[in-house]
């Protein structure tokens, strides 16, 4: 593809889509009661590919005339989707560097949300193509919003419970740090959403 017939909308999309695919082999993960060593070999190859797919519009990017939308906003969201990428990557790796074996439920509701998340950013993209004056944006955004506030509800409790009756200090340690990466693939995923809010915002 040349550098000046690339699709900046189709190349958003295409990152959500590792985003989402990274999530829902997560999630798959943790429904299979069992951290598999194949499984986080897997989706760091998806984050390797997300993370190529980030240097190609960054390249095209660095060298492009003309852009549908300011380049520091689709830096930006290109930066916050490959975050999200990054941050289920981090979830697989420290489950399988600390010997985390099983899921907990809380574990199961995140990842969940994070699929959740995943998929109305992969439908916010969709709309982005259609003009930045179209209303399914802000409902798109504010449900991202919902489902990371649900999120952050699940973090604190499940923190505020493992505090309480976890005495073993590795094992807390091992868990709050589980919960961290999880808590922050879904601020991710808002930081995406918040991004597009503001260029609907200050451009339109």
């Not at 295409?14 to 299979?32: D, N, P, T, V």
């Not at 574990?107 to 998929?119: G, L, P, R, S």
């Not at 209303?135 to 991202?144: A, F, G, S």
């Not at 589980?178 to 260029?199: F, G, M, P, R, T």
Request: hydrophobic share 40%.
């Amino acid at each position: 593809m040349a550098k000046k017939d690339l699709n900046y909308y189709d190349m958003f999309e295409k990152g959500i889509a590792y985003c989402l695919q990274s999530a829902r082999m997560l999630r798959e993960m943790f429904e299979k009661d069992a951290v598999a060593d194949d499984d986080c070999v897997a989706i760091k190859k998806v984050e390797s590919e997300a993370d190529s797919h980030m240097h190609v519009m960054c390249e095209h990017l660095n060298v492009a005339f003309i852009t549908p939308i300011d380049r520091d906003d689709i830096y930006r969201i290109a930066k916050e989707t490959d975050d999200i990428v990054d941050s289920i990557d981090a979830v697989s790796g420290n489950l399988w560097m600390m010997h985390v074996e099983k899921a907990t439920p809380a574990m199961k509701t995140m990842a969940d949300y994070i699929v959740k998340a995943c998929e109305q950013l992969e439908a916010l993209m969709g709309e982005l193509k259609r003009g930045k004056k179209n209303n399914r944006l802000y409902e798109l955004i504010i449900d991202i919003n919902r489902i990371e506030e649900m999120g952050d509800r699940c973090y604190k409790e499940t923190l505020r419970e493992l505090y309480a009756t976890e005495k073993d200090p590795i094992e807390l340690f091992k868990m709050h740090k589980v919960y961290d990466d999880l808590e922050n693939a879904l601020d991710d995923c808002e930081d995406v959403a918040n991004c597009v809010e503001s260029i609907i915002i200050t451009k339109t």
